[in-house]
């Protein structure tokens, strides 16, 4: 039913209502109105239930926006939100003035700026902590029984209002608090399930599941005589393995997706995870995800101390860190995806798979230079790759992104082509660079069926008659080079496999190798000294073709397994080029023995706070894997552009990116690793902004253990900055700091407060584009602490950056810190500067002096208001400034930089704005007509550049859809409001028989026509 017609009904009835003795009827469906679903608001409940939160614990969680860590209590709200299970985003922009952490995104449901954005309640009332530490996610302690509840919704005027938050939300958790282990065992419950599919299982549901089928119920009986009792593991699994469903029972276990092997995480409350192989668990009775024991349900903790309900992994095929408790979640990961054509298993020094694109567009076309043809007896043109090129993908470790073919080693080694059920051995000798053996997948230019995919071909498998031989292995699968792969190991020795992009599997004597170049070192902290190979070096090894080139910018997971399948997975972006992961061979110098043995992956990335050895030690490691491939990251890079005097065109450019920089510019690398340099935070104190003494109450807003590359270097590259310009240092957000040349070539002075200006692309022992991207950091001697005081110093006034907060505009040096550097402009010669007055001192306001770096930065300022707008004229060419109100709002009363700097109440009013050039004309504008629109901008620049010096415009002009020509004003030099002094009129009517004087209550004068008056009078009045 359209909305018009809609209307019309509800006018009918409502007319209707009217009439007496018509009823209208209180049932719905009586009236036969049909309502579209899409008015209906639906949401999604993520988590309805009890948490069980550990009083006196807390937990570790990063700032996403900034990479910080921060110790949280369990028992607060994000205690809780963590409890129930779920992945959540916070940013700690505000942390400096309310200690607040910010939540911003919790799953898949993330914060939109202007839109959508998640409220939280505890107990009803609405909490956030900006500004507000009361407010506070991660400090509002909880009570038992307290309720904590989320909401994701947008449109939300008054967020106190939490009816119609409910109303407006798309989304929702919902948790009550269960706070200590003694109390009584908390009674609902939700089971989050992530896979090809996310779906959640409630308490009431799971038990439904476990009665309605034999199936579908497992118990184990433990050493001590308990029963424990609940669902399989792979049943819940099934749930989420595939999407549809594929089968003909109500959940149905994917075997063909389970055979090409996935992970399943089992995830409890406060983050601890069990990672199985989902082949290990497939159909496997011996691990239950129990939900009582010996009949009941089961405890907060067990005698322990280690939580327990709402549901344990328990069962004959789980052990010691297996067995987790407290589960919230079970995750699968490396689901495969669909098959998109079949591969060929290549095995010999290392293994790798061809996929059929690799094969028949990179290897088999035509213009690969590796395409053969041979025609058999009948004269059928076999077509395909010789076999010796792809023995080159296995026969030796790759040292460039081709495979070469090694002609010493084919002289004396076999070679096994396999069908799946059939195999045939050829020699290296006769195979090498000859054509006469191919592994073709097409005959007469159509692709294998019968045979197929691929069979081998060619003078070398024929018989005398020309006929293919039995040795022409159809079908085949695998190709092998024996006498290259690793043997199994002799007693007491062992062998580590290492599996990814390609596979590899190191010997003892090997990886003893390898420890004369790639040999680290860790304490624990029992001082016990344990040595081995960074776990990056092996993960570096098979996580693309070449073994000898670690891809910093690939993105996948790392799974450590031990012997007895105990796995624990780590992110590559941590582990990456970080020696806090080492795989050790040795403590103290001896061989490892007991359940370390042989390997043991050990240092401060594994290890607790007081430097033992936590359960994510993996020890009896057999294999490294590594899964869940994702695009690529690509390798940060930076641009570098010179311009040349009109600041438009460029004399040079280059793009460089971390690596060069690192390795093969030949630049000093700045920065050791370990010294750690700070921007000071604001003072917070409004009677000492600068902090003059340096005693730095505020702490720092940004302190980091950094290395990186001078940017007087980078400069260099394009032929340096010219004397006395500025350097333009651009983010990917198109945000932009600006610096005089004397922080990039510095005197004695700035450098002993500043430092080197330097480009860090790398931070507490990550690369880019893991932290923040390419930031920039200075490097000051002494406590390399760049405070306040030290910007006060070293820089012109117009450099200066602040914050605003509570009225006050406090000094922020670590504004200047600019992070996901992408762009760096340098300029031939300087470019003309200018101020551009403010002056709102006529209404009561203030008086302020934009200089053209501030007016700049601000442009790009991405936090508040838009601070940018655009418009195009009539002649098609392109302005850019900033809106007109923004400028007013800045000196219209003393609010100068939060969300209502601009005094709405005020300019309604009425005020005038004047804006006055460089030879004494101005425009005058009424302020009722620039309220927060677009409608007129202060341009400062043309077609996508600044407007240049030379141009008649320069250095700012009015523009917008509703500048006329009257309007229309350039050179610009000053904004002044001035008052809206309007002369108040006295109106006097004369005597008059016709009409009759009078006044209001309010003093109007009133003029009355007296009885018999008619036809045209004529009146006096004095003004």
Known sequence: MSKRVLAILTTTLFLLAMIPGFVLAADVDAVGVELSTESVMTTDVLYDGEVALTPDETFEVTAYNSDAVYTVNNTTPLGALRAAGFTYDVTDKNYGTSSALLLDNIGNYTYVKGGSKWYAYVNDIYKDGYNNTAGALNLIELGDGDRVEFYYAAGISDATDLDAVKAAATAAVKTVASIGGAGPVPTEWTLQL??????????????????????????????????????????????????????????????????????????????????????????????????????EPLPQQLDSGKGSWPLHLKGSEVFSGRQVGNIVRIELSNLPEPSEGWTLEMSGE????????????????????????????????????????????????????HWTFNDTLAADYTVKVSAADYSKTFNGADIARSNNYIIANKCNGISLTDSGPLRLVGDGVTRDDGSLSGASVGNIVKIEIPELQTLEPADGSWNLTLTGKISDVFSQAEFEDALTCHSKEWTDGENNVWSGIPLWYLTGWVDDRQPHKYNASANYTVLVKAGDDYTKDFASTDVARSNDYIVANKCNGEPLTGKSWPLRLVGAGVARDDGSLSGTSVGNIAEIELTSFEAALPVSEV??????????????????????????????????????????????????????????????????????????????????????????????????????????????????????????????????PHYNGMRLFFTPEGDNVYGQWDMHETLPEKYWHYYYGDGVRYPSCAGLSTKHITEIRVYSVPQGDWILELDGQDIGGLHYDVSKTYFESALSCQFGANHQASYTDSKERFWEGMPLWLLVGFVDDADQHSNDAFNHELAMAGYQVVITAADGHSVTIDSTGIDRNSDYIIANSLNGALIPESDSNWPLRLVGPNVSGKDSISQIVSIKLLGSDKPQYNVIPADDVVYSIGATEDGVKTMTVNAGQSGFKYFTVSI
Not at 209 to 229: F, I, M, R, Y
Not at 708 to 736: F, N, P, Q, S
């Open 194 to 295: 992530s896979g090809a599919k996310d779906t959640k299982v409630t308490k009431a549901y799971f038990e439904n599941g476990l009665a309605c089928s034999s199936t579908h119920k497992v118990s184990w009986t433990d050493d001590e005589g308990n029963v424990w009792e609940g669902m399989p593991l792979w049943l819940l699994v099934a749930m989420v393995d595939d999407d549809p469903d594929v089968g003909d029972k109500h959940y149905n276990f994917n075997d063909e997706l389970n055979a090409q092997k996935y992970q399943v995480n089992v995830i409890a409350g406060d983050g601890w995870k069990a990672t199985f192989d989902s082949t290990e668990i497939a159909r496997n009775n011996g691990f239950i995800v129990a939900n009582t024991l010996n009949g």
């Open 639 to 768: 641009r570098i552009i010179k311009y040349d005097e009109d600041h438009t065109t460029i004399l040079k450019e280059v793009t460089v990116d971390y690596l060069w920089m690192e390795r093969d510019s030949g630049f000093d690398v700045i920065g050791d690793g370990e010294t750690v340099y700070k921007f000071e935070g604001i003072t917070n104190n409004p009677d000492d902004v600068w902090d003059a003494d340096e005693t730095y109450p505020g702490g720092f807003k940004i302190q980091n253990a950094v290395k990186g590359t001078r940017i007087r270097d980078l400069c260099e590259l394009v032929g340096g900055m010219g004397a006395g310009t500025e350097i333009e240092l651009v983010a990917k957000d198109g945000y932009k700091t600006i610096l005089p040349y004397s922080s990039i070539y510095t005197d004695p002075s700035v450098q002993a407060r500043q430092g080197d200006a330097i480009l860090a692309w790398w931070s507490d022992g990550e690369y880019v």
């Open 350 to 401: 290392v293994g790798d798979t061809i996929t059929q694109e690799e094969f028949e567009d990179g290897l088999a076309c035509t213009g690969s230079g590796h395409y053969k043809e041979w025609t058999d007896k009948d004269g059928n043109v076999w077509s395909g790759v010789p076999l010796w090129v792809l023995l080159g993908a296995v026969d030796d470790i790759e040292s460039s992104s």
